[in-house]
């Protein structure tokens, strides 16, 4: 390892040894080899949470290949990553990796996936890039204070084993994810922060008609929360809610869940796609079903897509009716509890496979060709450090090569 220098000036210091730092040192030292370039990471490893991604598999990427679908994934950055997109996107993610020998493969759902299946050979392939571009890097290095230089540059405070070192570079990348020390940073540069908090997280709910099933999943549900709504599958968990479209909800409705400290109604369409009407005449059908008339509502759902389980549940207000036994008012209200049953969200939940913080440096201060600060000359943004995040399925990984890959061609002077 080697150890900082304080009278060795270099050209490019990267901080933070994420995905975003070491795609930008990786592109920048191999366009051009004569620079110095340092990557400053503060913990004991690099990549750490590349090595934890994707439940230890890492979604590299998502298989959309159309900038203009692409930015959809993305509630907050979309409208600055769309021209992004243009230069690098997943399909160059992929041959990037590819002419590294790492394979991604494609799931149904379009994550792709090292085919190794593990997040470590992503780790590898990253590190063993950057030694042989003659990238360097510094573990245990912490960035605490940029300022320009009277000579040009920057002067970096950096606390490495416990004593505090100056270095100085002339160009400067921040790649140093959600920090909060990274924040006075950037303030104190002249940059404005979107406050950071949390996004892609599950729901805690607590109620008796989703009691004791965890494991349950429906295949197609439609989630409303105020304004916003979201489709998709939806799974029960011990502590309430989870599945792609409880997350997609919790990133879209990051903020105003904050603001209402994880406090909301949320209303569930248990049938997807299906209005209250269409569902009532459903249950009549199966209500004027003469061989139903003497089956018990609860042990005879009227819709395929609804486990047993979960069904017995939701109709838990019928007793031991059976359907011919129902009344209009009842059918009524059993088709009000499966296209509208009314929640409450109580909390929220951590998604262990991923989670990332909305918020961070405003767009609109970064020039998204190079992303160069347009306050300050030389100084770069790439990554989670940003005000951009995605939805779950490799697309906050994505953004990170993406945004990376930018800065380290304008860090080597080639735009
Ligand atoms: C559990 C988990 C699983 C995830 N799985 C996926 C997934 O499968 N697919 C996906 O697309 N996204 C996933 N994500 C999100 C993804 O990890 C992030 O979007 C991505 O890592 C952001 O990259 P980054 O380089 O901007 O920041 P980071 O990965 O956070 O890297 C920043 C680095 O900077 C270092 N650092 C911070 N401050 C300083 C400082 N002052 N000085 C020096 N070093 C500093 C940090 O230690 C860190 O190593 C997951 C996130 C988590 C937490």
């Not at 990557?39 to 159309?66: D, M, P, W, Y």
């Not at 570079?169 to 920090?179: E, M, R």
């Not at 540069?189 to 979107?194: K, N, T």
């Amino acid at each position: 390892m080697p150890k900082l220098d304080q009278h060795k000036t270099w050209d490019v210091v990267v901080a933070g040894g994420g995905p975003a730092g070491f795609f930008a040192a990786i592109r920048c030292a191999e366009l051009n080899p004569d620079l110095k370039v340092l990557i400053l990471e503060k913990a004991s490893q690099t990549l750490g949470k590349v090595l934890i991604s994707g439940g230890g598999r890492c979604n590299v990427t998502h298989a959309c290949f159309e900038p203009a679908q692409l930015i959809t994934y993305y509630p907050r950055g979309a409208n600055a990553l769309r021209g992004a997109f243009t230069r690098f996107q997943p399909k160059d993610t992929i041959e990037w990796f590819e002419s590294r020998s790492v394979k991604l493969k494609t799931e149904a759902d379009g994550r792709m996936f090292p085919i190794t299946d593990s997040s470590a050979t992503i780790a590898e392939c990253l590190r063993e890039s950057a030694r042989k571009a003659g990238v360097e890097v510094q573990l245990g290095a912490n960035l605490l204070k940029v300022e320009k230089s009277q000579r040009g540059g920057f002067r970096l405070e950096v606390r490495h084993e416990a004593k505090l070192f100056i270095i100085e570079t002339a160009k400067i990348l921040l790649a140093t994810g959600s920090d909060s020390n990274t924040r006075t940073i950037v303030k104190a540069l002249g940059h404005s922060i979107a406050e950071p908090v949390p996004s892609l997280f599950t729901f805690n709910v607590n109620d008796k008609r989703i009691a004791g099933l965890a494991g349950v999943a429906v295949e197609n549900v439609t989630l409303k929360m105020g304004a916003l709504t979201q489709h998709g599958p939806m799974l029960i968990t011990h502590w309430g809610l989870s599945g792609p479209a409880v997350l997609r909800l919790s990133a879209w409705g990051a903020r105003e869940l904050h603001e209402m400290k994880y406090r909301s109604a949320l209303t569930v369409n248990w049938l997807g796609d299906y209005s209250m009407d269409s569902a009532l005449e459903v249950l009549q059908r199966s209500k004027d079903w003469h061989e139903n008339a003497r089956k018990k509502i609860s042990s005879q759902p009227a819709f395929s897509q609804i486990p047993l389980r979960l069904w017995k549940q939701l109709t838990y207000f019928l007793g031991d009716k059976n359907w011919g036994d129902i009344s209009k008012v009842e059918l009524r209200k059993l088709a009000t509890e499966l296209t509208a049953g009314e929640f409450k969200i109580e909390g929220k939940g951590q998604f262990k496979e991923e989670f990332v913080t909305c918020g961070g440096v405003h767009l609109n201060e970064v020039d998204f060709k190079t992303m160069q600060s347009r306050m300050v000359a030389d100084l770069f943004f790439a990554g989670e450090v940003l005000d951009i995040d995605g939805i779950t399925g490799g697309f906050n990984f994505q953004s990170s090569w993406t945004t990376g890959w930018l800065a380290g061609n304008a860090l080597a002077g080639s735009t």
